[in-house]
C-alpha cells in the first residue's frame, strides 16, 4: 500500500511557476513509475508526466513539453513537477499517481495509487 500526499499547488498569473511536490509512504517507493495526471471540471483525466523507477526515463504530454518537468528523489519518498510559462489551459486538479507497470503509461488504469490531488488555478 502506498499513499500519496499532493502538495504545492494554487493561484498564479499566466506566465508563472509553480512546483508540486508528492510525498509518499512507505518502503516500497522507488518500486513504481510515478506520474503526474490532471482533471479539469467535465473533462477526463489526462495524462501530464511520468518517470520510471529509477528517474532516467521521462515521458510528458505534448501540451506540456518544453514547460514541466518531472523529477524524483527515492531518498526522500517525493516527486516532484516543476511546472513553468504556465496558461490559463494548465487550470485543474493535479493528482500524483503510482503504479507497478514496467513502463511509462499515459492511462489512469495502469496506476494503482493516487493522491487527492492538489488545484492549480492560472489566470489571464
Known amino acids: 500500500q502506498v499513499q500519496l500526499v499532493e502538495s504545492g499547488g494554487g493561484l498564479v498569473q499566466a506566465g508563472g511557476s509553480l512546483r508540486l511536490s508528492c510525498a509518499a509512504s512507505?518502503?516500497?517507493?522507488?518500486?513504481?513509475?510515478m506520474g503526474w495526471f490532471r482533471q479539469a471540471p467535465g473533462k477526463e483525466r489526462e495524462f501530464v508526466a511520468g518517470?520510471?523507477?529509477?528517474?532516467?526515463?521521462?515521458r510528458y504530454a505534448d501540451s506540456v513539453k518544453g514547460r514541466f518537468t518531472i523529477s524524483r528523489d527515492n531518498a526522500a519518498n517525493t516527486v516532484y513537477l516543476q511546472m513553468n510559462i504556465l496558461k490559463p489551459e494548465d487550470t485543474a486538479v493535479y493528482l500524483c499517481?503510482?503504479?507497478?507497470?514496467?513502463?511509462?503509461?499515459?492511462?489512469?488504469?495502469?496506476?494503482?495509487?493516487w493522491g487527492q490531488g492538489t488545484q492549480v488555478t492560472v489566470s489571464s
Open positions: 499517481a503510482a503504479g507497478f507497470a514496467l513502463w511509462i503509461s499515459t492511462f489512469p488504469k495502469d496506476y494503482n495509487f
Open positions: 512507505g518502503r516500497t517507493f522507488s518500486n513504481h513509475v
Open positions: 518517470i520510471s523507477r529509477n528517474g532516467g526515463t521521462t
